[in-house]
């Protein structure tokens, strides 16, 4: 069992498997798919121009330098003096984000991503590359995540609604599995191949 | 009864919500409970079983959603005649927007041209509502939150299928059933439970397959050769060691439930509708008398 704290260094990723239970501390950010395709057209694939973009950017960068991006699209509440406060907030699925993850990660030098499902072999490159690991969180086990958010520092993009905005949390000992590591290896790649193999057995 | 029946279900409504998206079924948990069990101890498979069980208990004992994603809200009501299906359509959305205030619900409902999240869960089409007038003298609505995670990975065949070997017969269905699970793998949010049409159009085919998923997973379907192979594809499903999450594990699916609806000569559809292990669903029925909703009751 490991436990990290947000910056991560490259040696303390190096130092993680597949299989490994972690425990994450620290401050990490919201991004799902609106947030990952806002940040391709905005960010990387040309410098961003727009005061907002710039200043976003400028932001995102602090926080995602050695830090983790979370797939999730939490049920937030308002409190009376405005701040906000998560209530239900469960991984959602990460292959959607396939096509833009790896050049999120290099841009932004993460050195995680939390999600649900797993990622293909572009963001397993990425990851070894970098180097960065992918987190599996548990899908569904949302209040009980929820209850790991010990506050939420900030919110950029709400236009977005409130599922697809980037919420910046401050979570401590927030669970998850490493399923994609740095050094090549992922849970997803041998199930996948080890089901498809006993499916062809069953159907002889 | 000349006049129409005038009630007032919105308060009923939204604990229908509450409990729905907070609440899992007892099957379900009884299904959950039994997987980690056969898990490995310490397994990831097992780990992630526990843990899924943990937020099940959080999630009543603190009346939170169970899951973020309280996906898209399907309401089958079934009234007696003179009921006014507009105002019980205007009922269940004001409960539904009210539950979304509360946070039962995630602002789910966005507009597929502009991106724009309505922000209390009503939209064009959104919730889902069907209605059915039948003989009882009692309304009785059901209803399911089904999530996005699954619906992605949800998936309609046309048989024949020369690639997956699939003739069209129930080694067919067997055959391209199994294939949805291979391809689902943990996506899902497996252990899930699938809901499977035979037969019917493009569209009926998803309705009857989702209604499945309302089935209690120790019912036993009434039609033997459907109950023999819902029985078959449940044991083959698990034998593919997906598991939990697909981490991997002899806990891949908790319940295969199959209906069926005429088709067309030409079409020979299979659908499945995939459910994540959060299959949450509910029932309210009100008994009515004289026009006057007597008694209310939660299931």
């Keep these: ?204 | 009864m000349n006049e129409p029946i005038q009630l007032d279900l919105t308060s009923e409504l939204l604990e229908l919500v509450r409990k729905a998206a907070t609440e899992l079924p007892e099957d379900m948990v009884v299904a959950l409970e039994k997987g980690r069990a056969q898990e490995e101890p310490g397994s990831a498979a097992e780990q992630a079983l526990a843990t899924i069980l943990k937020n099940v208990r959080m999630a009543r004992e603190n009346s939170t959603p169970i899951c973020q994603d309280t996906g898209t809200p399907i309401f089958e009501v079934h009234y007696p005649f003179g009921v006014s299906t507009r105002m019980l359509k205007e009922q269940i959305q004001e409960a539904v927007a009210q539950a979304t205030a509360r946070a039962y619900l995630r602002p789910n409902a966005v507009d597929s041209l502009t991106g724009k999240n309505s922000g209390n869960n009503l939209g064009v089409d959104f919730p889902t509502i069907h209605f059915h007038e039948w003989e009882e003298d009692r309304i009785f609505i059901t209803l399911q939150l089904k999530g996005g995670g699954s619906e992605n990975v949800s998936v309609q065949y046309k048989l024949p299928d020369a690639a997956l070997g699939a003739g069209r017969d129930l080694e067919g269905v067997r055959r391209a059933v199994l294939d949805a699970v291979l391809k689902a793998q943990g996506k899902g949010c497996a252990p899930g439970v699938l809901g499977v049409a035979i037969g019917g159009d493009r569209g009926t085919g998803y309705i009857v397959a989702k209604k499945q998923l309302l089935r209690k997973l120790d019912d036993v379907n009434p039609l033997p050769e459907l109950a023999a192979l819902e029985d078959r594809i449940y044991r083959d499903a698990n034998e593919l060691g997906i598991g939990p999450m697909g981490f991997g594990g002899k806990t891949t699916v908790l319940g295969v439930k199959i209906g069926v609806a005429h088709r067309l000569p030409a079409c020979y559809f299979v659908t499945v509708a995939y459910m994540c292990w959060a299959n949450r669903r509910a029932e309210l029925t009100a008994l009515l008398q004289n026009g006057r909703v007597t008694e209310v009751s939660y299931a």
């Design chain 1, 1 to 204: 069992m490991h436990k990290l704290t947000v910056p991560i260094s490259d040696e303390d990723i190096r130092a993680l498997h597949v299989g490994d239970t972690v425990y994450l501390n620290g401050v990490i950010v919201t991004g799902r798919d609106a947030a990952h395709k806002y940040m391709i057209e905005h960010f990387i694939r040309h410098e961003p121009t727009d005061p907002e973009d710039i200043a976003l950017h400028d932001k995102l960068k602090a926080l995602l330098d050695g830090g983790v991006i979370y797939h999730c699209g939490p049920v937030v509440k308002k409190r009376e003096d405005g701040s906000w406060t998560f209530v239900a907030a469960g991984p959602t699925t990460s292959i959607r984000e396939e096509v833009y993850e790896a050049d999120v990660i290099r841009h932004f030098n993460l050195k995680g991503v939390i999600g649900k499902g797993g990622m293909g072999k572009n963001t397993l490159k990425a990851c070894m590359e970098q180097p960065a690991v992918y987190f599996h969180a548990i899908g569904g086990a949302a209040t009980l995540i929820a209850q790991s958010v010990k506050e939420v520092l900030d919110v950029y993009k709400l236009d977005f609604g409130v599922p697809e905005a980037m919420w910046v949390i401050r979570v401590e000992d927030f669970p998850v599995v490493v399923t994609m590591d740095s050094h090549g290896n992922s849970i997803h790649e041998k199930v996948q191949a080890e089901s498809e193999a006993r499916l062809r057995a069953l159907l002889g």
